[in-house]
């Protein structure tokens, strides 16, 4: 079935450990993105990418780091783990961005501790 | 600043209708999107307005006015399945989505 694949589901976390959230696509599409989702907020855009090869920052891009080598993976860094980053992380997906719907993976909930 | 509201929380009647509405204020406007979220999942795409008037779709509409910066999504003949929160997004001037908080939506029977 075509669609995004997140992994690790889920994970605990020590505060200062490196991390790498992942994230495949199978759609061939070009846009991609990493949201945080924290109970009473909105998504959150982390980073995301028009195309392979481009990234860019979103609202709230301290922290974390992103690649995009090619068209289906864009895997999510977190270099040194702090615990206000203990949130659930959704990648997503678009044709394009801005006016095309964004297909989400079903999300990693991070804890750090 | 950038900001979209909606209302925490609502609560409807299996069968009946419910409308939630949001409203914004964004750097620039490129389409407005809703979105349904269950709990412990992925939120899923339900439509998209970028000129004002009403999309229906099945069950649900959703509704545009660019001049007063504001959005409802009509939900029919409402199911428990139905039970979800329900996100509503601005695509801004830089193509970026601007996330409201999401209105919980608590059907009984």
């Known amino acids: 079935i075509a669609g995004i694949t997140q992994a690790p589901t889920s994970q605990i976390l020590a505060a200062g450990r490196r991390m790498t959230l992942r994230c495949t696509q199978d759609?061939?599409?070009?846009?991609m993105y990493w949201y945080r989702q924290d109970l009473g907020l909105g998504l959150r855009l982390i980073h995301y990418s028009n195309t392979a090869g481009t990234t860019g920052k979103g609202e709230v891009p301290d922290g974390y780091s992103v690649s995009r080598a090619n068209t289906d993976d864009f895997p999510l860094t977190l270099a040194s783990a702090v615990p206000s980053q203990t949130s659930v992380y959704f990648c997503?997906?678009?044709?394009?961005?801005?006016?095309?719907?964004?297909?989400f993976g079903d999300g990693t909930r991070l804890s750090i501790l | 600043g950038q900001n979209i509201d909606q209302p925490t929380e609502m609560t409807a009647t299996e069968g009946a209708i419910v409308q939630i509405n949001c409203t914004y204020q964004?750097?620039?406007?490129?389409?407005l999107f809703w979105y349904q979220q269950h709990a412990g999942e992925a939120p899923t795409f339900l439509s998209y307005n970028v000129l004002d008037g009403l999309e229906e779709k099945g069950r649900f509409s959703s509704f545009l006015s660019r001049s007063k910066g504001y959005s409802y999504l009509l939900l029919k003949e409402l199911q428990m399945k139905d039970s979800a929160s329900y996100l509503c997004?601005?695509?801004?001037?830089?193509?970026?989505?601007?996330w409201g908080a999401g209105t919980k939506l608590i059907i009984k029977p």
């Open positions: 759609m061939r599409h070009n846009a």
């Open positions: 997004a601005v695509s801004d001037s830089n193509y970026q989505l601007i």
């Open positions: 964004t750097s620039g406007f490129n389409g």
């Open positions: 997503a997906s678009s044709e394009g961005m801005g006016n095309q719907p964004q297909h």
